[in-house]
Structure formats: structure tokens, C-alpha cells
């Protein structure tokens, strides 16, 4: 490594219990409970910006005969983390277990101070957790509020809170004026912005976002940068994306995955750094591309060049 709607799984993230709804969004688990509260925002102790907030050791991952993540560490702290890597590098498996919906097969997983391991531990890491993977269901007559307000009454958001934290997260997606529209009406991307709103309105400490601009137009890219540089000053943000731009331009940090190991860490500049010194410039500079994707083009090569490890696709 170099230095430098929601679904039936979702929902049990959403709301730590392993109950179902008839629909497959999953059921609430309660209010009142063994999570420990800040008394300012209700949704738990705050760690310190000194400490990682996502500590994962030996992180392994199999898939019946395959291995989508093989012994990875990694510590995150707050701030906004891109996570790159080609299609297969292990992105949404790592994203899965970060959200608890999938379970390592080894390895110790910590969030916000807690090994995820227990029913207990699950129930308390789940509400402080925003999520958004990269396909989620919904109730096609839900009005976005409803949809958003429901994924808060998981969450367990106060009652005196839900109404104004469901329009303030629609709000910062854009969608104020489509609030009361049926999610069945929207456009794709307008579905996606949705799905944004949802994973950020109990203010998680965690947020994990899968592809979330897929659907997005370039001005609509625009605007989510700025939301995530926002949301990163408050709280820990890891994005898996295939769009290395996005990642330079919002995040604070970079770690690329390749057949389900870490391969590169380091900062969006250290990376558009590495095509320059690798000398991709001469091949890829010619076909176009930022000194990011450049960068991000250099590090496979390199790598694979170091273990001759063909790009074959791990999921």
C-alpha cells in the first residue's frame, strides 16, 4: 500500500432490529434505549476529531469461492473519505460492512468507539449512522417528506425534531419545492437527492454514501460537493465512487482499493501528484483526464506492475 427506498438490509441498518415491514423497509426498533446520548444532539457521545471514528484490523470479506476484501486496515477519521478503485476492487463490500447491513467473515470492525459486534452494540452504532447504498427501494406513493420522515422514525429522531430535521435535509438536497411530490413523479436524479436526504436527516457521526451521484447532471455534482465538504466538518464521510473528480475536488482524504486490498492512501493532492511522478503523463495525458484521474491511473499500474495481479473483479 502506498501512503500519500430503502431495502430490507438498509432498513435494518436504519433502525438496528432484524424485524421486516410487509415491505421490506424493516420496522423501528422503539425510543428510549442503550445508546448513549449527547444531550446536545440526541444522537449519541461525540468522539473527538483526534481519534478515528472507523477503525477496521484484518478486515476479510468472502463471497462463496471469492474474496472481496482481503485483510484490510484502515482507520478514518472525520472529514471526507473517497473511496476509489475499479469495478470488483471490494468498494461496496467495504460500504456494506462500515453501514452493518453485511458481516465480515474476520477481522474487528469499531465505530464511534464500539466493536460492532453484539446485538447491543449494533442497536447504538445503527442510529448514528447515515447510509446510502447504491440501489434503495421505496414506496412509490410516498410524498418525499413521507419517505424521508420514515427513514427518521427508524433512525429514532425525536418527535419533537422530525418535522424540521426532515425539511431541513430535503432542503440541503435541493428538493425543497418537490417536498411534498410523490417519489413516484421524480426524475432520477431527483430520486437519488431523495436517498441523499434520508442518509443525513438523524445528522449522523457516520455517513457512507455509494455512488451517490449517479443520476446527478454536473450542476447537481456542484452542489453535493459543497454539501459534502459541509457534512465532513462535523462528521466522518466515506464516498465510493467511480468519478476520481469528485473525489478530488470534495474530499479531504483518499484510500483506493484494487482486488480487495487497500493499495493507496493519501490526499487527493498526493494522488494527482503520483501521475506526474510516474511519468503517466506521456500516455494517459494524451487521451485527457485531470492530474487526479491521471494520478489514480498511475497507482493501478504501478501496483499491478509490482504484483502482476490481473484487474479482474471482486465485488
Not at 96 to 105: F, M, N
Request: proline content about 5%; hydrophobic content about 35%.
Amino acid at each position: 500500500m502506498r501512503i500519500g427506498g430503502i431495502d430490507a438490509m438498509q432498513a435494518d441498518a436504519a433502525s438496528g432490529t432484524e424485524k421486516e415491514d410487509p415491505t421490506g423497509h424493516g420496522t423501528g426498533t422503539g425510543h428510549g434505549s442503550e445508546a448513549e446520548h449527547d444531550p446536545e444532539t440526541g444522537h449519541g457521545t461525540k468522539p473527538s476529531t483526534n481519534t478515528p471514528t472507523i477503525h477496521i484490523s484484518n478486515l476479510t470479506v468472502r463471497h462463496r469461492r471469492s474474496i472481496a476484501l482481503d485483510g484490510i486496515d484502515l482507520d478514518l477519521a472525520p472529514g471526507v473519505h473517497g473511496l476509489l478503485g475499479p469495478n470488483g476492487a471490494g468498494k461496496t463490500s467495504l460500504i456494506r460492512v462500515l453501514a452493518t447491513v453485511s458481516r465480515p467473515t474476520a477481522g474487528r470492525v469499531m465505530l464511534l468507539g464500539r466493536e460492532v459486534s453484539g446485538h447491543r452494540e449494533l442497536t447504538a452504532v445503527r442510529r448514528r449512522i447515515g447510509y446510502l447504498p447504491q440501489d434503495f427501494g421505496f414506496y412509490p406513493g410516498f410524498t418525499v417528506r413521507e419517505f424521508v420522515a420514515y427513514v427518521a422514525w427508524l433512525k429514532e429522531v425525536p418527535g419533537e425534531r422530525a418535522g424540521a430535521a426532515v425539511e431541513r435535509a430535503v432542503a440541503r438536497v435541493g428538493l425543497a419545492d418537490r417536498i411534498d411530490a410523490k417519489m413516484k413523479t421524480l426524475s432520477g436524479g431527483m430520486v437519488r437527492r431523495a436517498g441523499i436526504a434520508q442518509a443525513i436527516v438523524n445528522d449522523p457521526e457516520i455517513l457512507l454514501l455509494d455512488e451517490p451521484t449517479n443520476g446527478l447532471d454536473p450542476e447537481q455534482r456542484v452542489e453535493f460537493r459543497a454539501l459534502l465538504r459541509e457534512l465532513g466538518t462535523s462528521g466522518t464521510v466515506v464516498v465510493s465512487t467511480h468519478l476520481v473528480e469528485d473525489v478530488a475536488v470534495a474530499c479531504t482524504g483518499v484510500t483506493l482499493l484494487e482486488g480487495g486490498r487497500v493499495v493507496y492512501r493519501g490526499t487527493p493532492e498526493s494522488l494527482a501528484g503520483e501521475g506526474a511522478a510516474d511519468g503517466t503523463d506521456d500516455g494517459a495525458g494524451d487521451l485527457g483526464g485531470s492530474p487526479a484521474e491521471r494520478g489514480y491511473t498511475a497507482v493501478l499500474r504501478a501496483h499491478r506492475a509490482a504484483t502482476s495481479t490481473p484487474p479482474g473483479a471482486r465485488r
